[in-house]
């Protein structure tokens, strides 16, 4: 079975990174250098991170990150859910705080040098050696919002319909969370991509994740160009005892 990825881009930086999820409850986080396409990974980590509740600073050096993990790898503390910023590739908490549920945690940065929390009564603080300032706020525009993304009005509330402009008249759709992606030149065609994971419009590229591969291709007329394999993650095997704790 084909890992499941997900990714994250910086808003400032060529920098994302990839969440390769798989097998079950083991993911590994992957730096990809978006200039060069180059692909440094990270170690194991056995668990779960919250890619929807999760942020790169804007020059692609730290993550915010919300986790979930078994009883042995957290710390009484946290309760089992947790919110961590780590410098990159690292996942290593300079700063921490509990959670213990999964109604609050993870956050997002406002800057290179400030934060945003989502905490709430269950939170609790841990350690805070990031020296990074934390905003009160919740900031105006979510991160999708802030990366280009529009929330446009459906019947249904609990499938979004998600919406980015990119070029030459084309829109890109996400649809539901789980992420059905489309392609819209309105008037001239429509596209569907129902194994797409993941999908974004990367400088003057289309990106996707698609079967354990992150793909690429630009625009054409009424079609994508040339699809390119930018990497393949099926062949990454688990470390037989993951190293990575908060």
């Known amino acids: 079975r084909a890992p499941r990825l997900d990714v994250l881009f910086a808003s400032a930086a060529p920098v994302g990174v990839v969440f390769r999820r798989g097998p079950t409850k083991m993911v590994r986080v992957i730096v ?11 170690s194991w980590f056995k668990g779960r991170i919250y890619v929807d509740r999760s942020g790169l600073s804007p020059d692609g050096r730290h993550l915010i990150y919300f986790a979930m993990g078994g009883v042995a790898w957290a710390i009484p503390a946290m309760g089992g859910t947790w919110t961590a910023i780590s410098t990159l590739p690292s996942l290593k908490a300079i700063a921490l705080w509990g959670q213990g549920d999964t109604r609050g945690g993870g956050g997002m940065f406002t800057s290179n040098r400030s934060f945003w ?18 905003e009160r706020y919740r900031p105006k525009q979510s991160r999708l919002e802030r990366d280009g993304w529009i929330f446009k009005e459906t019947s249904d509330r609990t499938k979004p319909l998600l919406e980015k402009i990119i070029r030459e008249g084309w829109i890109l759709r996400r649809i539901g969370w789980d992420g059905r992606y489309e392609l819209e030149q309105p008037g001239e065609c429509k596209l569907e991509f129902p194994t797409w994971e993941w999908a974004e ?7 996707w994740a698609e079967g354990g591969c992150l793909k690429t291709a630009s625009l ?25 704790k908060p």
Do not use: C, I, Q
């Not at 419009?201 to 990106?207: A, G, N």
């Not at 054409?220 to 990575?244: E, I, Q, S």
């Open 32 to 42: 990809w250098d978006r200039a060069n396409d180059k692909f440094e990974p990270s």
């Open 117 to 134: 929390l989502d905490l709430d009564f269950n939170t609790s603080f841990v350690r805070d050696d990031s020296g990074f300032r934390r």
């Open 201 to 207: 419009w990367d400088r003057k590229r289309l990106v």
């Open 220 to 244: 054409g007329t009424h079609k994508l160009g040339t699809v390119h394999v930018l990497y393949d993650f099926n062949g990454m095997v688990p470390a037989a005892r993951p190293t990575v």
